[in-house]
């Protein structure tokens, strides 16, 4: 009866609107640095068979097709889209963008896994000279590096290194070495926010390693990775989803109104 497709229908609109959530969100970090946007994937609930397939009838005939209705949708997960973003140039000495597979790692609090990772390579020093991140907490890039009070110029490498040039030295001063980390399947990866992920046991452990070598990236300064969100592509999404959001309305009325002339038929 169409009781059913009112269910079916309101499955369509309970997966619609978090499609919906998932594209508003990729659309207001268009310009957040390092952001990777996100997609939703949808799979269809079961089915009542109403008839089986290849069934004899009394003259030995085999039913060609069977009988099924499903009864609706919702959304089996989203999808991170780890493709590499536009660079900017800044021109900051500790702005860094990764050109290639792999993450920055910086210190989190112990709950949420202990070491975030990150695309965003907008660095900061702080007061006590420790590189931070530049999002509101400020977690430490791990391994630590700390760079000298009076440093006139950072610099780092592609296999980043880093080095400071600190006044009465006629050589760059090695501070340190950025370390990069990699997934097996960063789809995997939990965002807590903050341009920051953290592992879960679908993503594996990290590999870590240094930049440019085997499949980690290289390390470029004075450039930022932008956000990664096609705004082309997520409106045209986004008027999918208000065209299919309406569909699905549609078919709940349509349903209300095939049980109202239900309802109304023992009046006759």
């Not at 919906?20 to 996100?38: C, P, Q, R």
């Not at 950072?154 to 980390?181: C, H, K, R, S």
């Not at 990664?228 to 592509?233: A, H, I, K, M």
Request: charged share 15%; aromatic share 8%; hydrophobic share 35%.
């Amino acid at each position: 009866m169409a009781i059913t497709a009112l269910h079916s229908a309101s499955t369509g609109l309970s997966a619609l609107s978090t499609g919906l959530d998932v594209i508003a969100n990729n659309l207001a970090n268009i310009n957040t640095t390092g952001f990777k946007g996100s997609r939703v994937n949808f799979e269809d609930l079961i089915y009542q068979e109403k008839a089986q397939p290849g069934v004899e009838n009394a003259n030995g005939d085999q039913r060609p097709t069977g009988t099924y209705v499903g009864l609706g949708t919702r959304v089996s997960g989203t999808q991170i889209n780890f493709e590499q973003g536009d660079f900017v140039e800044t021109g900051r000495q500790l702005d860094f963008a990764l050109e290639g597979n792999g993450f920055f790692q910086v210190n989190i609090l112990e709950d949420q896994g202990g070491i975030g990772y990150t695309r965003a390579g907008n660095f900061f020093v702080n007061a006590e000279g420790d590189v931070v991140l530049g999002n509101t907490d400020g977690p430490r890039i791990e391994p630590p590096i700390n760079v000298p009070d009076q440093t006139l110029r950072v610099q780092v490498t592609n296999d980043g290194t880093v080095f400071a040039q600190v006044p009465g030295q006629v050589d760059p001063v090695e501070v340190g070495e950025i370390e990069l980390a990699a997934f097996v399947n960063p789809a995997g990866l939990k965002a807590i926010g903050g341009n920051l992920y953290a592992e879960t046991a679908a993503s594996g452990p990290p590999i870590n390693g240094q930049p440019g070598e085997g499949q980690f990236g290289t390390i470029i300064q004075g450039f930022l990775e932008g956000s990664n969100v096609n705004p082309v592509t997520e409106l045209v999404e986004l008027i999918k989803t208000q065209r299919a959001f309406e569909l699905n309305s549609q078919s709940i009325q349509a349903a209300d109104e095939a049980l109202q002339v239900v309802s109304n038929l023992r009046r006759f």
